[in-house]
C-alpha cells in the first residue's frame, strides 16, 4: 500500500536517535511561508497513488505534479545533501499541483521517515505515525495553489538536540476532498544526511564521501596509449581519455577508480557521452578518479596484438563482414581497456598516489567490454587486475567459449545492472542469466529493470524513475550506492 511506497526503510533505528529527532521534532519545527529563498531542488520522481475503492488494491499512476525540497545552511543561497550536526539548518519544500486540481479543496501531506520510525507533520508538529492510511493526518486542509509552499525546519541544529548522525527523509503529498483514494506524491524524498564534519567543499582528500564535497577537475584529450588500425590507412592511432579527478592533493593518498567505455555497437561512440561524464563527475565528486575511454572501433579495421587476435579467430566465426568487423570492434575495445587500465596505474605511481580500488562502467557496447574484462579475460590467460565492482547498463558477457553458463566466479567483483525488459538491440534476458548465475555463485549483485524500456540511457530514465517501486531512491542513486560499497570493501 501507499506507505510501503513512500518510505524506503534505511540504516537509522536506535533509540537514542528515534528519542532525540521526535524531541527535536516536537519542539523546534515551525511552519512559515520563506519567499527569500531560492527554489529548492526538484525531487526526482513523482507518482499518483490510487487506491481501489472496492478492493482496497493499491497502484501506481503517473502525475504531472511536481515536488521540490532542500537544506540549506545558508539561508536557501544554496541547497546541500549533508549537514554538520552543528549547522543551521533551513528545510524548505513546495509543490506544484496538477492544473486541473488549482481551486480544488485539498490536503497537504509532509512526512519524516528515519529508520523504521515514521512522522507526519500535523500543523506546525511533527506526530508518530504507524504508517496506516487511516490515522495519516495532513499538515493542512485548504484551497490548493498552483504552489504551496512549506517551510519545514527554520535553523534548526541537530546537535544540540542530541542528533549526532543519522538520515531524515522527507516525503511532501496532497490528495482532493473530493476523491481522496488518490494521493500524489515525491516517490524519491529529499534525505538529508546528519554526518559530523560535513562541509560543502573539500579543501584536502579524506576518502569517498558521498556528499560530494569535492570540486571536479577535468583534463581532456590525455593520450593513454595507441592502436594500430588499417582503415582508411595503416597507422598508429591515438587513444585518448579525459580524466576527471577531485581537485584536491592526492599525494600519498589511497583513491578508488572507475573506467567508464561507451558504447556504439563498437562502430561508433564517444568517450564525452553527456550520460557518460555525468557519471564521472558525480563519481569524482564523491572522491574517486574517473577515466572515461575512447578506443579503436570496427570501421577502423583495428589490427590486434597476437593474444587478442588468437581469441578473436576462436570466437568469431561468422562469414558475414559486418559481423566480422564488429568482433573486431569488440575484441580491440577489451585491449586498449586493458592499455587504459595500465596507463592509470602508471599515471597513480607518478603523481605519487595508490589505486585502493578498480571498478567499470559501460553502455552497451561499453557495457559487453566492462563485463568481458570483468569478467571473461581471466579465463583466457589475460593478466588482468582485481576489481571491485561492475556497472553494467544493457550489456552482455560475450565471451563465454568453454561454459554454457556465465563465467562469474564469488571471488570476483560485485556486479549491478539496468536492463529493459523491452530492449531490441541487447536482450535483457542476457542479464538475467548473468544475475542468476551471480545469485547461483554468492557473488554480490542487483539486477535493476526497467519494465517496458528499450535500449540507451533516455529510455532507462537513471535519474528520473526508482530502482524500484517503493525504494525511494533513482537507478542512478542506487548504482552509486552500490559502486561505493563494493568499493570500500575489504
Not at 202 to 215: F, H, I, L, N
Not at 245 to 264: E, N, W, Y
Amino acid at each position: 500500500m501507499l506507505l510501503n511506497r513512500m518510505t524506503d526503510r534505511l540504516f537509522l533505528s536506535s533509540t537514542t536517535f528515534h528519542s532525540a529527532l521526535i524531541s527535536l521534532l516536537l519542539v523546534v519545527t515551525t511552519m512559515s511561508a520563506n519567499t527569500a529563498a531560492a527554489q529548492p531542488p526538484q525531487l526526482a520522481v513523482a507518482n499518483a497513488s490510487v487506491i481501489d475503492p472496492v478492493t482496497a488494491e493499491p497502484s501506481i499512476q503517473s502525475t504531472t505534479a511536481e515536488f521540490y525540497a532542500g537544506a540549506s545552511i545558508d539561508e536557501g543561497l544554496s541547497y546541500v545533501s549533508c549537514v554538520d550536526p552543528l549547522d543551521s539548518v533551513d528545510l524548505e519544500s513546495s509543490l506544484v499541483v496538477e492544473n486541473d486540481h488549482v481551486g480544488s479543496a485539498g490536503n497537504i501531506y509532509v512526512l519524516a521517515i528515519v529508520g523504521e520510525e515514521s512522522y507526519m507533520l500535523v500543523g506546525d508538529v511533527f506526530l508518530p505515525w504507524d504508517g496506516l492510511r487511516d490515522s495519516l493526518e495532513p499538515f493542512a486542509t485548504k484551497t490548493l495553489q498552483a504552489t504551496e509552499t512549506i517551510s519545514v525546519l527554520d535553523q534548526v541544529q541537530f546537535g544540540p538536540a542530541g542528533i549526532e548522525q543519522g538520515e531524515l527523509a522527507i516525503y511532501i503529498g496532497y490528495e482532493l476532498i473530493s476523491d481522496t483514494n488518490k494521493i500524489y506524491y515525491s516517490a524519491t524524498p529529499l534525505r538529508v544526511n546528519i554526518e559530523p564534519g560535513a562541509v560543502i567543499s573539500r579543501s584536502q582528500y579524506v576518502g569517498v564521501d558521498s556528499c560530494s564535497p569535492y570540486v571536479v577537475k577535468r583534463t581532456s584529450a590525455i593520450v593513454y596509449d595507441t592502436g594500430t588500425i588499417t582503415n582508411p590507412a595503416t597507422a598508429e592511432f591515438d587513444l585518448l581519455l579525459d580524466l576527471y579527478v577531485p581537485d584536491v592533493d592526492l599525494s600519498g593518498k589511497s583513491v578508488p577508480s572507475m573506467v567508464i567505455i561507451h558504447g556504439g555497437g563498437f562502430y561508433g561512440g564517444t568517450r564525452s557521452q553527456p550520460a557518460l561524464v555525468d557519471y564521472a563527475e558525480r563519481f569524482a565528486a564523491q572522491g574517486y578518479l574517473a577515466i572515461s575511454i575512447d578506443y579503436r572501433v570496427a570501421g577502423q579495421v583495428p589490427e590486434l596484438n597476437s593474444q587478442f587476435a588468437s581469441l578473436y579467430n576462436q570466437s568469431v566465426t561468422t562469414e558475414v563482414k559486418t559481423e566480422l568487423l564488429q568482433g573486431l570492434g569488440m575484441f580491440s575495445a577489451m585491449e586498449d581497456s586493458l592499455k587504459a587500465l595500465a596507463w592509470l596505474e602508471n599515471y597513480a605511481q607518478e603523481q605519487g598516489f595508490e589505486i585502493s580500488a578498480l571498478g567499470l562502467l559501460g553502455g552497451s557496447a561499453g557495457a559487453i567490454t566492462s563485463l568481458n574484462v570483468g569478467y571473461g579475460l581471466n579465463d583466457y590467460g589475460f593478466a588482468v587486475p582485481e576489481f571491485k565492482a561492475v556497472v553494467n547498463h544493457w550489456g552482455n558477457l560475450l565471451i563465454d567459449l568453454d561454459t554454457s553458463k556465465p563465467s562469474i566466479t564469488a571471488d570476483e567483483a560485485a556486479l549491478i545492472s539496468v536492463h529493459g525488459t523491452e530492449d531490441p538491440t541487447v536482450l535483457y534476458s542476457g542479464s538475467v542469466e548473468i544475475h542468476a548465475r551471480a545469485d547461483e555463485i554468492g557473488l554480490t549483485n542487483e539486477l535493476i529493470t526497467s519494465e517496458g524500456a528499450g535500449h540507451g540511457f533516455d529510455v532507462n530514465r537513471l535519474w528520473d524513475s526508482e530502482s524500484f517501486a517503493g525504494s525511494g531512491y533513482t537507478k542512478g542513486e542506487r548504482i552509486l550506492n552500490f559502486v561505493n560499497a563494493a568499493m570500500l570493501t575489504p
